[in-house]
């Protein structure tokens, strides 16, 4: 009656009963490396560093993933996870002799 009620399929209602099978969106939770609150708290520190004029280099932001997850993360999480959060996240130079040497990478220039 309540499959009908809902318009969902009679096993797919049991699935979820017996907890076979979950929602998407748990699902994709349950298979990150770092719960929402930790990755915020990552978004915060990385954010406390680049005020600081010390933005982390990619491999930082690996090791300091790694630690929070107890567990090593790869290069390609954290490729994601710069782009799940680039709102937050932006690429800048550390100085401005950084960025003058960028422009001055070339004898012509």
Do not use: C
């Not at 107890?70 to 932006?90: C, G, M």
């Amino acid at each position: 009656k309540v499959a009908k009620k809902y318009g969902v399929s009679r096993l797919t209602l049991m699935r979820r009963h017996h907890a076979i099978t979950q929602p998407h969106a748990l699902k994709i939770i349950n298979q990150q490396k770092l719960a929402p609150q930790q990755e915020a708290e990552l978004i915060k520190y990385i954010e406390g560093l680049t005020a600081r004029y010390l933005p982390p280099i990619r491999e930082m932001i690996r090791n300091f993933a790694s630690i929070i997850a107890k567990e090593p993360v790869s290069e390609s999480w954290v490729t994601r996870f710069i782009n799940r959060h680039s709102i937050h996240l932006t690429s800048r130079w550390a100085t401005g002799m950084d960025s003058n040497r960028h422009q001055a990478d070339s004898g012509d220039k």
